[in-house]
């Protein structure tokens, strides 16, 4: 019997908001509405390891501009890891979602040119199926709701090109606002009724 080992296996949240109207055209291959996207993208880790090391509970967040198409690549990014980890566990996630440990995470992490800088921060993380907020202190606060069918079930959106959780349908949202506050990256904005979108991961390399 074959015994498979695991550099990392986590599950969680992937939470996106960005500057686009809704729906978000980067999920279906197309390019951002007025040719770039001031974005971030959040991981929340529900359960998980990665090198042996529980990271359950945990979240980081990228802050990315985002010049053309999205799978064109050449983001630029500002990392935030949860300040509620240890030195090890913050590592841990830094290495895995920066694409060292490879799987289908070292294909993301190819998008981004530019690491700006990687930070410690406390990260408030309050989201199920697109409702609820995300804050970084005074770097970066947003708060969203689903769409919803007549039957009030939250609208989902499936099988899309740039949709990292294949198999899992993606809560498509509308964030009442989504700021960010990083002026010496020049990644500072303020948007009101735009796009996010939130779904659950399974990644394992």
């Known amino acids: 019997m074959t015994t498979t080992t695991f550099t990392y296996q986590i599950d969680g949240q ?26 971030f993208v959040a991981y929340h880790v ?50 895995v979602f920066t694409g060292e440990l490879g799987g289908a995470l070292a294909d993301l992490a190819y998008l981004v040119s530019e690491t700006l800088d990687v930070r410690v921060a ?11 907020t995300i804050r970084i202190g005074e770097i970066l606060k947003a708060e969203m709701a689903p769409y919803r069918s007549a ?29 960010v506050n990083l002026p010496e990256f020049n990644l500072v904005w303020n948007y009101n009724g735009r796009n996010a979108i939130q779904g659950q991961f399974h990644f394992e390399a």
Do not use: M
């Not at 042996?52 to 198409?69: A, E, H, M, Q, R």
């Not at 899992?168 to 700021?179: L, R």
């Open 122 to 132: 406390p990260i408030e993380y309050h989201i199920k199926e697109a409702q609820g």
């Open 14 to 39: 992937i939470l996106e908001a960005c500057s686009c109207n809704t729906p978000c055209p980067c999920w279906i291959g197309e390019d951002p509405d007025g040719g770039y996207c001031d974005s």
């Open 151 to 179: 039957q009030g079930k939250p609208t989902k959106l499936v099988d899309s090109i740039f949709s990292t959780i294949p198999g899992s349908p993606a809560y498509v949202a509308k964030a009442s606002y989504h700021q």
């Open 46 to 95: 529900e359960q998980g390891t990665i090198l042996g090391i529980d990271v359950s509970g945990l979240t980081l967040v990228k802050i990315v501009y985002i010049p053309g198409n999205v799978l064109a690549g050449n983001w630029r990014a500002v990392i935030y890891v949860d300040a509620k980890g240890t030195a090890q566990q913050q590592d841990a996630l830094i290495k």
